[in-house]
């Protein structure tokens, strides 16, 4: 059981430790290595809660009397530079009176990533103090290099993954040492680093819940080709091997996944060497895929194969369903890829990179609050405050973050982040207002110190970084700059009043103003927005932007359709605003049937999404998952009027469908909708939480204001 609650800070300074860090004297701080600690302890009583704090460089596993208490625990490191994070358990339900053992097995990653950043050393630190319980880390503890570890043959995974490929070779460890039998092992070291100094730093509160363990599987079907069992999983997931056999000792099974076999995404894979006779094993570090893939040699007998699911701590609460059975099954897949991308961060993909890109989070975080459950939200949080942590000495923001080989700005990502689609929408959705305090002094900076502006009170393009607005061509960069530091204007705007900086909030409304008059009269050439000497034909994405940031006026809208008719350059990543800008302006056939061309580009028969369209790169990117948004938003017509959608509207854009079915969850409770065409009306019946109300408008014109219960409107 996870204590430690989603309120904490980077800025927010431990509690002090009477634990020490400690490692193994001998033990080299090499890529992939693996060390165990152990500890016996006497207890009296057990008192009802025993809290205990842990954490590691980089991952850990604990054992109480030989059972799992937690199964992968630790957060990749970096709420800020330097700084790392530790959990919180109770593990009191595992204690007895008399003799305990406490076993703890740390991963030390060693490796430079996309997604972590490492103090250099392998380390942990334990301490678990309650009414006559007191069990602190320090040289009393055990500890010896767990050599039945190694790194696995083959091709080294993308230089972008803090993880490097795992082989356990099990001649070379008791595999129950866990439970307290077999050698002696040798005494652990304590660190000469006190809690909170460089290079572990300090050590906030897990602002997330530890994973969700789902328990060991059947495969859906397995088959053997050759020297390999293919083992088929019910939905792309994160996953632990498991299987059973008999085997001289010596042999080297292969575990890989389809992401490693089939696409060749140098993504994570393992090996196990074999003791002699029958035995068991479970490859501990995730691995990520639809299909298994166990290569076993001759002379091996595998009796049973099985897997762990782990995973973000959600449940799939939100739902949608309409009489398009083409728009059923990208949703459902959508939601899937959502899930497949989130664990330590938001990742752009579990495969090859596992890194926190903001582009991609800004889309996910959405998604969350029509498709998972209230505790999902956490996630988007964490990362939120990460950005702002990690902002650079000059106030730019970049990512991803945490990051130890990766300092470029992507600079409109950045402004999709901080902005209005990004921060501002995580509050508004969740109502969760704890963070803007802290972010806001790093959002203020960056907006008005790092950017600057010229005399047209344009923001000046940044060349430096990565200067990328979307994958595809035809890309006019300087049209999508300006929206966008339009849009991270008006999300700042709104935190400015809400903390009550008037002066701020002016400030922004000043330059909103100045950017909008000067970009409709530099940019607008009667038929389309374009940059003044962009030579490349008009940008789709451009024209969309323009739309949703408001910055495009309604006697615009006409010819902006055409252009985003005739020109389809936006890829998966803008593909978003292309479509929402259709329904803002009041076109909801066209912004369905977009939707519809788009959805076949980005889906196949797996069970998650592809990169880019036309089925490119990786099939594990949840940013082509936003029609979960369009769905729910638009299509739905749900949307929070106030923060957390205690007044909510029902608007719905139905385009072409005749029933559409939605549904999320929010702290109040689910928001249910159903809907049946019948010609020009819509028959409603809506689903208001308690503490909640919805505003709708009725098939008379009337402003309904619908309190707490279901009701039946025509729309």
Not at 259 to 284: F, I, M, P, R
Not at 650 to 662: A, D, F, H, R, S
């Amino acid at each position: 059981m996870l204590l430690s609650g989603g309120t904490a800070t980077a800025a927010t300074a431990e509690k002090a430790w009477q634990a020490r860090w400690i490692s193994r004297s001998y033990c080299p701080g090499e890529p992939n290595t693996w060390i165990a600690f152990q500890k016996k302890v006497d207890l009296g009583a057990v008192p009802a809660s025993v809290p205990a704090r842990i954490a590691a460089d980089s991952k850990y596993w604990l054992w109480i009397n030989g059972e799992m208490v937690v199964n992968e625990g630790g957060l990749k490191r970096g709420p800020a530079p330097g700084d790392g994070y530790y959990d919180t358990v109770d593990i009191a339900p595992f204690l007895k009176s008399g003799k305990n053992m406490i076993s703890v097995l740390v991963w030390y990653f060693g490796r430079v990533g996309f997604s972590h950043m490492g103090s250099g050393i392998p380390a942990m630190i334990f301490e678990a103090i309650g009414d006559g319980v007191r069990i602190v880390s320090d040289e009393s503890w055990d500890a010896c290099q767990h050599f039945a570890y190694g790194t696995a043959s083959g091709k080294v995974p993308n230089y972008r993954l803090s993880e490097s490929n795992v082989r356990y070779d099990a001649r070379r460890f008791n595999q129950n040492w866990f439970e307290g039998s077999g050698k002696k092992m040798g005494s652990a070291t304590e660190l000469n680093i006190e809690p909170g100094q460089a290079p572990l730093g300090r050590l906030i509160p897990r602002p997330i819940p530890l994973w969700k363990d789902y328990g060991l599987k059947d495969y859906e079907d397995v088959r053997r080709s050759g020297d390999t069992l293919i083992c088929t999983l019910p939905y792309n997931a994160h996953f632990s091997p498991y299987m059973e056999l008999e085997a001289p000792a010596g042999k080297l099974i292969g575990l890989h996944t389809d992401h490693d076999v089939v696409t060749g995404a140098k993504c994570v894979h393992g090996e196990y060497v074999t003791k002699a006779g029958k035995q068991s094993y479970e490859h501990l570090p995730w691995l990520n895929g639809q299909y298994m893939y166990y290569i076993v040699p001759e002379g091996v007998t595998v009796s049973k194969v099985q897997f762990r699911e782990t995973g973000y701590d959600c449940s799939f609460s939100g739902y949608f369903n309409c009489d398009d059975p083409l728009l059923n099954e990208y949703w459902q897949k959508a939601q899937r890829t959502l899930y497949v991308c989130m664990r330590d961060t938001y990742m752009d993909c579990p495969d090859r990179e596992r890194a926190q890109w903001w582009g991609d989070e800004v889309h996910e975080l959405t998604e969350a609050f029509y498709a998972l459950s209230p505790s999902s939200w956490a996630l988007a949080r964490k990362g939120i405050l990460e950005l702002a942590a990690w902002a650079g000495p000059d106030g730019s923001m970049y990512a991803p973050v945490p990051c130890s080989n990766w300092f470029k700005e992507l600079a409109q990502q950045s402004l999709a982040s901080v902005g209005w689609y990004g921060f501002h929408n995580y509050w508004f959705y969740s109502a969760d207002d704890s963070f803007i305090e802290d972010i806001y002094p790093a959002l203020h900076r960056y907006l008005h110190e790092s950017w600057q502006t010229d005399a047209d009170g344009l923001p000046l393009e940044r060349t430096k970084g990565w200067n990328w607005a979307d994958a595809g061509e035809d890309i006019d960069k300087v049209a999508m700059l300006h929206p966008w530091y339009y849009l991270a204007l008006k999300g700042e705007r709104e935190f400015a009043l809400h903390l009550g900086k008037a002066a701020d909030a002016e400030e922004d409304a000043r330059m909103m103003e100045r950017i909008k008059e000067s970009y409709n009269r530099l940019f607008w050439n009667g038929s389309f927005y374009r940059t003044p000497g962009y030579e490349g034909p008009a940008d789709d994405r451009a024209q969309a932007i323009a739309v949703v940031s408001g910055i495009a006026e309604a006697d615009k809208y006409a010819q902006i359709a055409k252009v985003l008719d005739e020109r389809r350059e936006a890829e998966t990543y803008m593909m978003r605003y292309v479509i929402d800008a259709f329904y803002i302006m009041g076109m909801p056939d066209k912004g369905l049937e977009r939707l519809r061309d788009y959805i076949p580009e980005v889906m196949n028969d797996y069970s998650t999404l592809w990169e880019h369209r036309g089925c490119k790169n990786t099939n594990n990117h949840a940013w082509s998952g936003h029609g979960i948004i369009l769905a729910g938003q638009r299509i739905a017509g749900i949307e929070p009027l106030e923060p957390g959608f205690r007044v909510f509207s029902v608007k719905p854009q139905m385009g072409t469908l005749k029933t559409v079915n939605c549904g999320l969850e929010t702290a109040y409770g689910m928001i249910e909708v159903n809907l049946l065409r019948k010609g020009r009306r819509i028959n409603a019946s809506i689903s208001v939480p308690e503490g909640t109300s919805a505003s709708v408008t009725d098939s008379r014109g009337r402003q309904l204001q619908l309190a707490p219960g279901t009701h039946k409107v025509s729309l």
